[in-house]
């Protein structure tokens, strides 16, 4: 079994920064590629960022391009997102989830491929 758990989240007056870190434990985690999606009220689950299991390839929505940045540390089995510049719209509960493929060539940013999810995390932007 997989768990996966978000920290980082908050409150933040539009124009700051924060950063969210998801550490896995369960399996080799620096073998299976990481995403990281957010829900806000009323709103269906989309994909922020996805990176590969090597860190090599990375993907964004395009509403966070240029914003944010994922990242991981293999060795610590944890992935990053480091949010800038943030907006009220980024308002949402944010969740890291695991690739369902092991050692998957690319990235991924369809919900159904993702197997593991963590608990989430709050980040509320004030404007």
């Known amino acids: 079994q997989v768990q996966l758990v978000e920290s980082g989240g908050g409150l933040v007056q539009a124009g700051g920064s924060l950063r969210l870190s998801c550490a896995a434990s369960?399996?080799?985690?620096?073998?299976?590629?990481m995403g990281w999606f957010r829900q806000a009220p009323g709103k269906e689950r989309e994909i922020v960022a996805a990176i590969t299991w090597g860190g090599s390839r990375t993907y964004y929505a395009d509403s966070v391009k240029g914003r944010f940045t994922i990242s991981r540390n293999n060795a610590k089995n944890t992935v990053y997102l480091q949010m800038t510049s943030l907006k009220p719209e980024d308002t949402a509960v944010y969740y890291c989830?695991?690739?369902?493929?092991?050692?998957?060539?690319?990235?991924?940013?369809?919900?159904?491929?993702?197997?593991?999810w963590g608990q989430g995390t709050q980040v509320t932007v004030s404007s």
């Open positions: 369960g399996r080799p985690s620096s073998s299976y590629g």
């Open positions: 989830a695991a690739d369902r493929m092991y050692r998957r060539s690319s990235y991924v940013y369809s919900t159904d491929e993702y197997e593991y």
